[in-house]
């Protein structure tokens, strides 16, 4: 017998003897995820298990990774080595690179450089997946996944036993929220500037998952020494993007420009968007926040778009939709109420019989604390149907990001999203579009069912609106 094989033999030795013994359950994880990663020489183990929707994977316990990585957002089942669970071992030999890892950029922090995933099955089923997590670059061969793969057993084992107890909700109930801790310096009580707060917040409404400046990057050095630093406000893991926020004058901006500049000039792997002052007031303005929230209009300004240029694009776009599901029965799905000037010309252009529904959502800055959810919710089941989501304009993409994970859980047969209009410039949540009308400028639009305060969707034309912006203390 190998040395190696009697430490595997050791190893389940003892995490058969935990599952056996009276030992709490919750005690039970840790020591089993201890236990675990030992005959393997790897850094640490975590075991995870799906929520009540199969969407998303909840740490139940974790030895060897820092409470910032375990936090570091809601881990997407569909995102996160998600070839586990559907029953398969996953070997991830760079997990800095590899597109089956959720958060690259956090798994390079944390040095974490191979990753070995098994699924835990519960009477047969994929209940989740035990991984392990190495600090050097390394595949691990058949004998450590067949080792690793019995070990995910005996936890599922353990888990059923636990359940029909019906203690295993409670073990659920008492895992932590995933995410930062308010209060943490990932997830600060205060900010350093009004609208970073904020913004803070309109990302927890949609349930983005963010760090607060969460790691500085040297820019200048001096005889080896570090002589520049410079550490980005925002940290977006699910779009592994960071986020520089400047609320200063414009002619006081030139030095974070140049920082930014020199980052991306220094790490071309790192994606980053400078936010200058009227970015941020204008992204706030649109969820009736911040300080252009209250500006007064003075009508509109260029037209941008003619009614014949939208009506022939509109024609184009229900031309390519009738061509892709021509003999089937799609389902146009819009989010009132906006796109309803969209919807119908795009209907009555259409060759192809359709099924028209709409939902309503709530909305940031509505109600107090909470999140974003369905107020009304389809009339029509999506379930086996092609469901394309029309949208009349996507700016940050969060609104259309939790839509679309909303509609994957109803089983539609097909998932597409038609736009008419796509503005790129602030861009936070990665969305698909299959059919874009127009893109954009990072203008305020009004007109063909996009509003101001209500105002201006019965135009038939997309203009710019102009605004007179409050004067602040610090333009005196």
């Not at 001096?222 to 410079?230: A, C, L, P, V, W």
Request: glycine share 6%; charged share 30%; with cysteine.
């Amino acid at each position: 017998m190998s040395k190696q094989t009697a430490s595997f033999n050791k190893a389940l030795r003892d995490i058969a003897r935990l599952i056996n013994s009276d030992t709490i359950a919750s005690e039970k994880l840790q020591r089993l995820v201890a236990l675990a990663p030992r005959p393997l020489a790897v850094r640490g183990c975590s075991l995870l298990l799906l929520d009540e929707d199969r969407t998303r994977l909840i740490h139940l316990a974790a030895r060897g990774i820092s409470e910032r990585y375990l936090r570091k957002g809601f881990i997407e089942a569909d995102k996160s080595l998600s070839e586990t669970l559907e029953g398969k071992v996953v070997s991830v030999v760079d997990a800095a690179a590899d597109p089956r890892i959720q958060f690259r950029e956090l798994a390079r922090q944390e040095h974490i450089a191979s990753i070995m995933s098994v699924p835990v099955r519960i009477r047969g089923r994929v209940a989740g997946s035990l991984r392990v997590y190495s600090r050097t670059r390394r595949e691990f061969i058949l004998e450590e996944q067949e080792y690793l793969e019995t070990v995910a057993n005996l936890a599922g084992v353990m888990l059923d036993a636990e359940d029909t107890r019906g203690s295993r909700n409670q073990m659920l109930g008492d895992v932590a929220t995933p995410g930062p801790k308010a209060g943490s310096p990932l997830k600060p009580e205060t900010f350093a500037h009004p609208s970073e707060e904020e913004f803070a917040r309109l990302l927890d409404f949609y349930q983005i998952e963010w760090l607060y400046e969460p790691r500085s990057f040297p820019l200048q050095w001096d005889n080896g020494k570090i002589t520049e630093m410079f550490t980005p406000d925002f940290y977006l893991p699910g779009q592994d993007l960071y986020i520089e926020m400047t609320t200063l004058k414009p002619s006081l901006t030139t030095e974070k420009r140049q920082k930014v500049r020199r980052l991306r000039q220094l790490y071309p792997e790192v994606n980053i968007k400078l936010m200058g002052r009227n970015d941020c007031d204008r992204l706030l303005a649109k969820y009736d926040h911040g300080p252009l929230s209250g500006s007064k209009t003075r009508g509109i300004g260029r037209v941008l778009f003619s009614t014949p240029q939208i009506q022939r694009r509109v024609r184009q776009l229900a031309k390519e939709i009738s061509r892709r599901h021509e003999g089937e029965r799609p389902l146009l799905v819009g989010v009132m109420r906006g796109v309803f000037v969209f919807m119908a010309d795009l209907a009555r252009h259409l060759t192809v019989p359709v099924d028209i529904d709409f939902m309503a959502i709530s909305y940031y800055g509505a109600e107090k604390g909470g999140a974003v959810r369905v107020t009304k919710d389809l009339d029509i089941n999506p379930e086996g149907r092609h469901v394309l989501m029309v949208e009349d304009i996507v700016d940050t993409g969060m609104t259309l990001s939790f839509v679309l994970s909303y509609l994957r859980t109803r089983s539609p047969r097909s998932l597409s999203v038609c736009t008419l209009f796509d503005k790129t410039a602030h861009r936070l949540a990665d969305v698909q579009l299959d059919y874009v009308g127009f893109e954009v400028p990072d203008e305020f639009l009004v007109g063909y069912g996009l509003d101001f305060d209500e105002e201006y969707r019965n135009l038939p034309f997309v203009a710019l609106l102009k605004e007179e912006r409050p004067e602040s203390e610090a333009d005196r």
